[in-house]
Each structure stands twice: as C-alpha cells, then as structure tokens.
C-alpha cells in the first residue's frame, strides 16, 4: 500500500517542507492506512478489487491527519 506516498506528501504541501510535518505524516499514513482499509476491503463485494479499499483509507486519513498536523506544527 502506499500510505506513505499519499498522507505525507499532502502534509508537506499543506503545512510546509518541515521535518515534523513530513515525519508526522508519514507515520500517521503509516499506522493508520492499513487499519482502515482492512475493514473497507472486507466489506466490498467479492469482485470488487481491494484496491478500492487502499485508496478509500487513504483519502480517508489524509482529511483527518492534514488537520491535526497543522494543529502539531
């Protein structure tokens, strides 16, 4: 998966080339991503790729972590 590619970058852009912005949002993506999409993959149809799932979770956790790092940083 990748939810460091997705929740880190939209942290830099959002709150700047900072070091605690990228590591905050590349944890975050990290830890959060795969426990979100587990339970969204598992409840698609069966013909319904996991990849859904993946990029759900991301969208997800970025609109929740690009807030509270700004918050952090």
């Keep these: 998966m990748s939810a460091v590619v997705s929740v880190a970058p939209a942290t830099v ?11 905050l949002g590349a944890v975050a993506g990290a830890v959060l991503c795969p426990l979100v999409a587990r ?13 859904i799932g993946n990029t759900v979770a991301m ?15």
């Design 13 to 23: 852009l959002a709150h700047g080339d900072s070091l605690t912005a990228l590591l």
């Design 59 to 73: 969208a997800l956790v970025t609109s929740v972590v690009v807030p509270v790092v700004g918050l952090l940083v």
């Design 39 to 51: 339970p969204v993959s598992a409840r698609l149809p069966q013909d319904f790729h996991p990849f």
